[in-house]
T-cell receptor, first 115, second 114 residues
Framework: QQQVKQSPQSLIVQKGGISIINCAYE??????FPWYQQFPGKGPALLIA?????SEKKEGRFTISFNKSAKQFSLHIMDSQPGDSATYFC??????????????FGKGTLLTVNP | KAGVTQTPRYLIKTRGQQVTLSCSPI?????VSWYQQTPGQGLQFLFE???????NKGNFPGRFSGRQFSNSRSEMNVSTLELGDSALYLC?????????????FGSGTRLTVV
């Protein structure tokens, strides 16, 4: 059972454009939602994270929007740059002490930013 | 400070053999989690160790096992390798269990089973 669904699988945007990646989750016990960025040959790196008590978090050009009632969250990359070309993963983690107290990842979005 | 170190980076094994992968976490991090990454299934959780104890386990067969040493270094072992075990195996360290404080991933071990 896929607990975190991510879309689209791939995304091509022009330099300066906005990249939007969406995720939906099923488990209402999830309480921590990070996004990871992965370059070829490297492990994923934490980009930004949010908890369900806030609806939006911004760090530089990266923004997470969170909709608790819809069980959806998204990553917006403003002014996308060629250096942002990478695979992006959303993830979710359950409450402490349970079997879901681990990161469950979406299947990833390959972002290509054309110059 | 040094990041998460995984060795070896690449490995080719024959079906039926066993393999041991190693992970050295960031200094001070006591939690080590292992993930399998494949194009089809993405990142799948294998298990997590904290203070030498397995704290959580994913849905993988018993051929996949791990352990953690007193210095927090961790190893994972896969016995009786199958072709489907070919994957990138990633180790992630964190200060607390469940990725508390944020995971830091290593660059992974690319395992190819032939």
């Amino acid at each position: 059972q896929q607990q975190v669904k991510q879309s689209p699988q791939s995304l091509i945007v022009q330099k300066g454009g906005i990249s939007i990646i969406n995720c939906a989750y099923e488990n209402t016990a999830f309480d921590y939602f990070p996004w990871y960025q992965q370059f070829p040959g490297k492990g994923p790196a934490l980009l930004i994270a949010i908890r369900p008590d806030v609806s939006e978090k911004k760090e530089g050009r990266f923004t997470i929007s969170f909709n608790k009632s819809a069980k959806q969250f998204s990553l917006h990359i403003m002014d996308s740059q060629p250096g942002d070309s990478a695979t992006y993963f959303c993830a979710a983690r359950g409450s402490s002490g349970g079997s879901n107290y681990k990161l469950t990842f979406g299947k990833g979005t390959l972002l290509t930013v054309n110059p | 400070k040094a990041g998460v170190t995984q060795t070896p980076r690449y490995l080719i094994k024959t079906r039926g053999q066993q393999v041991t992968l190693s992970c050295s976490p960031i200094s001070g991090h006591r939690s080590v989690s292992w993930y399998q990454q494949t194009p089809g299934q993405g990142l799948q959780f294998l298990f997590e160790y904290f203070s030498e104890t397995q704290r959580n386990k994913g849905n993988f067969p018993g051929r996949f096992s791990g352990r953690q040493f007193s210095n927090s270094r961790s190893e994972m072992n896969v016995s009786t390798l199958e072709l489907g075990d070919s994957a990138l195996y990633l180790c992630a360290s964190s200060a607390g269990t469940g990725g508390r404080g944020g995971y830091t991933f290593g660059s992974g071990t690319r395992l190819t089973v032939v």
